[in-house]
């Protein structure tokens, strides 16, 4: 089984930073690849960056430029850096995982993750 917790969520300002990270642990020593999801109250979840084979990076048009994600190559821990925080990036984020490879277009999508954390709450004050 695999376990995913993530830490780091909080309250900040408009134009702010927080930095989530995310601590995967697991019985098998295959590779796992993480991907970063957020949902706002009354929204459904929506994948923010994804990454693939650890080399490329994908990322909500939302958050492009803003946001980077990072992982090591075995997917034993991802950070995600949220700079210049808007009062819209407000909600739950979500630390997911899976373990066959899958195209970089499909990081983003929900249905190819098999394996969820709790969630950290993440607030952006206007």
């Known amino acids: 089984q695999v376990k995913l917790v993530e830490s780091g969520g909080g309250l900040v300002q408009s134009g702010g930073s927080l930095r989530l990270s995310c601590a995967a642990s697991?019985?098998?020593?295959?590779?796992?690849?993480l991907g970063w999801f957020r949902q706002a109250p009354g929204k459904e979840r929506e994948g923010v960056a994804g990454i693939y084979i650890g080399t490329s990076e994908l990322y909500a048009d939302s958050v492009k430029g803003r946001f980077t994600m990072s992982a090591d190559y075995d997917g034993k821990i991802a950070t995600l850096q949220m700079n210049k925080l808007k009062p819209e990036d407000t909600g739950i984020y979500y630390c997911?995982?899976?373990?066959?490879?899958?195209?970089?277009?499909?990081?983003?999508?929900?249905?190819?993750?098999?394996?969820w954390g709790q969630g950290t709450q993440v607030t952006v004050s206007s």
């Open positions: 697991r019985e098998s020593d295959k590779k796992l690849y």
């Open positions: 997911a995982g899976h373990y066959p490879s899958i195209p970089l277009r499909d990081t983003l999508s929900p249905q190819f993750y098999d394996f």
